[in-house]
């Protein structure tokens, strides 16, 4: 059966915590602290205490506080410099080239915001498919039924899914699929099936 990778985006592809990351953090705080009225202070307690509980800030939102998840998502990452702001993986187009099956993004950000990225990066032309939080339906990883919706959805079978966050990893162990942890700590739980310092080990990778 062909092999199909999955790959997470944010941080797996590029690199966001020295410079895109920080940018969207300050809008959704802006964000929260305009819609719930607290201080930005308060607003940024919020927005890790969402992403820690629920996996994303805006599924925290939504559950709390119903916001609009358009208007959000819109907001949060309307980026007019963003072509300053991507860091790709080392060896990234090359890595994406040389690696044989279908290509598939499985993010918890918007479209928009995954397309830019990709097309920023030169990378856009090696995915066959690009799953969105839209196409999540707002209910991303790591989540049971939004990873049931995104293999039943994409027909996946036989497939390897490498991600930075390790909880959804976890989920992708549960449904059979193989696992590759981009981390560079020494911890390897038992739900990974391998575990890689930088994208570009892939290569050398036997899966
Ligand atoms: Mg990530």
Not at 32 to 38: A, H, L, R, T
Request: hydrophobic letters at 35%; aromatic letters at 8%.
């Amino acid at each position: 059966m062909p092999l199909t990778w999955i790959f997470d985006l944010d941080n797996t592809l590029h690199d966001t915590n020295s410079k895109i990351f920080p940018v969207i953090n300050k809008k959704m705080a802006q964000y929260i602290s305009q819609k719930i009225g607290v201080s930005s202070a308060q607003a940024n307690i919020i927005r890790k205490d969402y992403w820690n509980k629920y996996g994303s800030t805006l599924r925290g939102l939504i559950k709390n506080y119903h916001i609009n998840p358009a208007q959000f998502l819109e907001e949060t990452h309307h980026l007019p410099n963003i072509n300053e702001l991507i860091c790709p993986m080392r060896n990234l187009r090359g890595t994406l080239r040389s690696l044989k099956g279908r290509k598939i993004i499985f993010t918890n950000g918007p479209k928009n915001y995954a397309l830019t990225v990709l097309r920023l990066s030169g990378i856009l032309i090696y995915f066959d498919e690009i799953h969105s939080i839209e196409d999540s339906l707002l209910n991303g990883k790591p989540s049971h039924s939004g990873m049931r919706q995104f293999l039943s959805k994409h027909k996946i079978k036989n497939a390897v899914f490498i991600d930075d966050e390790r909880l959804n990893l976890r989920t992708a162990n549960r449904y059979g699929l193989k696992t590759v942890w981009l981390n560079q700590g020494s911890k390897k739980p038992n739900y990974i099936s391998q575990k890689i310092r930088h994208l570009d080990d892939l290569l050398t990778l036997k899966v």
